[in-house]
């Protein structure tokens, strides 16, 4: 167990709507990451947190969105979904001083 | 921009040989990490094994090494004694440091026969 959490595992939605993707990070990690997992595409970084602050953005649509809340736990907004949004969706979280990004158990999304 | 390449889509050791799975990368960079995660078929990215630019040891993590060649910019990761549960998909990633974003191969899967 890496001591990240996303809710939900499994998420199957239709064209055109919304979503939320929650990432609780561990214990006391500041940063926090979300990166896209697709077939075609690979893991791709999508955006990047640090205590409630947007710190890198990466290949992020912009019917994409995230924010990191005071209690540091994260959340991805994806709207106006596509059949190609689907794909898993990993959230990540590091420490200052350690510089390792451990990675929760993903969220699979199928937009159908 | 820094990118990462892993060349072989696929390979297979036999229960308890060793395997070497090769990563090639291009930074112009000299300080950064490199990592090794694992990917086995519940999905949950696991780390194996990270490397620091600056140490010219190489890392090891018991039945896990790499062979990091600064230089070259290769970062091959070993598997020795290789297990059933070994069998996944392996990625290399790259890290500029400064707790910045991982970059990763295409990964490679590798199958353990028995």
């Known amino acids: 167990d890496s001591g990240v959490t996303q809710t939900p595992k499994h998420l199957i939605t239709a064209t055109g709507q919304r979503v939320t993707l929650r990432c609780s990070p561990r214990?006391?990690?500041?940063?926090v990451y979300w990166y896209q997992q697709s077939l075609d595409q690979g893991l791709q970084f999508l955006i990047q947190?640090?205590?409630?602050?947007?710190?890198a953005k990466g290949n992020i649509l912009e019917r994409f969105s995230a924010q990191q809340f005071p209690d540091l736990h994260s959340e991805l907004n994806l709207s106006s979904l596509e059949l190609g949004d689907s794909a898993l969706y990993f959230c990540?979280?590091?420490?200052?001083?350690?510089?390792?990004?451990?990675f929760g158990a993903g969220t699979r999304l199928s937009v159908l | 921009a820094q990118t990462v390449t892993q060349s072989q889509p696929e390979m297979s050791v036999q229960e308890a040989e060793t395997v070497t799975l090769s990563c090639t990368y291009d930074?112009?960079?000299?300080?950064?990490?490199l990592f090794w995660y694992k990917q086995p078929p519940s999905r949950q990215m696991i780390l194996v094994i990270r490397?620091?630019?600056?140490?010219?040891q190489n890392a090891t993590e018991n039945r896990f090494s790499v062979n990091f060649q600064k230089a070259a910019k290769s970062f091959s990761l070993k598997i020795s004694d290789s297990q059933l549960g070994d069998a996944a998909m392996y990625f290399c990633?790259?890290?500029?440091?400064?707790?910045?974003?991982?970059?990763f191969g295409k990964g490679i899967t590798l199958s353990v026969r028995p």
């Open positions: 990633a790259y890290d500029s440091g400064a707790n910045s974003k991982l970059t």
């Open positions: 947190y640090y205590n409630g602050e947007e710190r």
């Open positions: 990540a979280s590091s420490s200052r001083s350690e510089n390792i990004q451990y």
């Open positions: 490397q620091e630019a600056y140490k010219q």
């Open positions: 930074t112009s960079e000299s300080d950064y990490y």
């Open positions: 214990s006391g990690d500041l940063s």
